[in-house]
């Protein structure tokens, strides 16, 4: 099956049956930030067949990629959506729709005048917060130390979020992650849960 969602209006709200099907059988509705080439949403997929993942990235080539291998694959639990990913946050899915928010090694805009390109913001907490489902979660990678207080800091701030204990009993590494750690890098990681308003 062709897993790439390819939507007819990018002006509506869409609900995760508009992108997985009316009879979709899932427990769990996961987005995958930022997906890259899909190595982490595959093997998530593949691991967890009760659970959909849907890839965002606005890439072409990448998102290519992550559609034609998981079609290949048979994971009819994947699809993957060409978008932007704050505008997929808040103006494409419905409210409520989001079970947990995979937010893998983000770009962290380093240069102090390039902060305002980065994702995380304090008027960016209540546009995560409206997407996320009931007890809905967060789980955040980078190796940017500086991006990874930086996003701390806000969620830690906001009564919209709490941080709790990173409790995954099986989480793949992205490729990003391999690729830093084959540097010697550390890697820092946060998961926050939705805390109803
Ligand atoms: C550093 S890579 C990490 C990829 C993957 N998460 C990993 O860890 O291997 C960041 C990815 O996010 C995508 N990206 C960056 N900004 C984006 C945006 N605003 N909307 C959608 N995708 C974005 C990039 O194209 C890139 O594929």
């Given amino acids: 099956m062709d897993t790439a ?11 995760v049956l508009d992108i997985f099907g009316s009879d979709s059988p899932y427990n769990s509705y996961e987005i995958d930030l930022g997906c890259g080439d899909g190595g982490f949403l ?6 967890y067949p009760e659970r959909a993942f849907l890839g965002i990235e606005r890439l072409l080539g990448r998102i290519r990629r992550v559609c034609n291998e998981s079609s290949q694959q048979g994971l009819n639990n994947v699809r993957g959506l060409r ?3 704050r505008y997929f946050l808040e103006y494409f899915i419905a409210p409520g729709s989001i079970s947990r928010l995979h ?25 995560l917060h409206r997407a996320l489902s009931e007890k809905g979660e967060l789980l ?10 930086w996003c701390c800091e806000r969620l830690d701030a906001s009564p919209l979020f709490q941080r709790v204990d990173w409790d995954e009993p099986f989480y793949p590494k992205t ?3 391999l690729h830093w ?5 550390p890697i820092y990681q946060a998961k926050y849960i939705k805390i109803e308003a």
Avoid: C
Avoid at 42 to 47: D, E, G, K, R, Y
């Fill in 5 to 15: 969602f390819v939507p007819d209006d990018y002006f509506k709200r869409h609900s």
């Fill in 42 to 47: 595959l093997q998530m997929a593949a691991h």
């Fill in 83 to 85: 978008i932007e990913s």
């Fill in 103 to 127: 937010y893998l090694f983000p770009d962290p805009w380093p240069k102090e005048k390039h902060h305002k390109n980065r994702l995380v913001q304090e008027d960016f907490i209540p546009v």
């Fill in 140 to 149: 955040f990678k980078t190796d940017h130390e500086d991006y990874y207080i």
């Fill in 175 to 177: 490729d990003f992650q």
């Fill in 181 to 185: 750690e084959s540097m010697g890098k």
